[in-house]
């Protein structure tokens, strides 16, 4: 059989710029590595020091198409260390809310929509 491992999640973004600033201010991820086609640019976003394992991709097409966010999709998930921290911070750089933070099942959960309106659900685990 074969293995499988989580390499990324892409999100397709308007405005490459102002979203990588968002992930940067917002949860400390910053700009690994970019790669830049005639047809399109990726900035792939990680924390700080990390080069390997998973990330997030900010993807730009060039081709001039309209971007839109559809609902056939649930959030992007991140763990964080304080979700009621990551739930300000994310507002504050021009998220917004959709539910405050709550615990539940031994997590604390909070959701909010980026400045494009891509879903992010903060986790943080609760101490037993």
């Given at each position: 059989?074969?293995?499988?491992?989580?390499?990324?999640?892409?999100?397709?973004?308007?405005?490459?710029d102002a979203m990588s600033r968002f992930y940067q201010r917002a949860l400390n991820l910053y700009?690994?590595?970019?790669?830049?086609t005639d047809a399109i640019t990726e900035v792939i976003m990680r924390p700080k020091g990390e080069d390997t394992g998973f990330c997030l991709?900010?993807?730009?097409?060039?081709?001039g198409r309209e971007i839109t966010t559809g609902n056939a999709h649930g959030p992007v998930g991140l763990y964080v260390t304080d979700a009621d921290e990551a739930f300000e911070n994310a507002i504050r750089e021009g998220a917004s809310p959709l539910q405050k933070p709550f615990?539940?099942?031994g997590l604390r959960v909070a959701f909010v929509n980026?400045?494009?309106?891509?879903?992010?659900?903060?986790?943080?685990?609760?101490?037993?």
């Amino acid at each position: 059989m074969t293995s499988v491992q989580f390499a990324f999640v892409k999100l397709v973004v308007r405005d490459l710029d102002a979203m990588s600033r968002f992930y940067q201010r917002a949860l400390n991820l910053y700009p690994a590595r970019t790669i830049d086609t005639d047809a399109i640019t990726e900035v792939i976003m990680r924390p700080k020091g990390e080069d390997t394992g998973f990330c997030l991709v900010l993807y730009k097409p060039k081709d001039g198409r309209e971007i839109t966010t559809g609902n056939a999709h649930g959030p992007v998930g991140l763990y964080v260390t304080d979700a009621d921290e990551a739930f300000e911070n994310a507002i504050r750089e021009g998220a917004s809310p959709l539910q405050k933070p709550f615990n539940v099942a031994g997590l604390r959960v909070a959701f909010v929509n980026d400045p494009e309106g891509h879903e992010l659900e903060f986790l943080a685990r609760l101490p037993a």
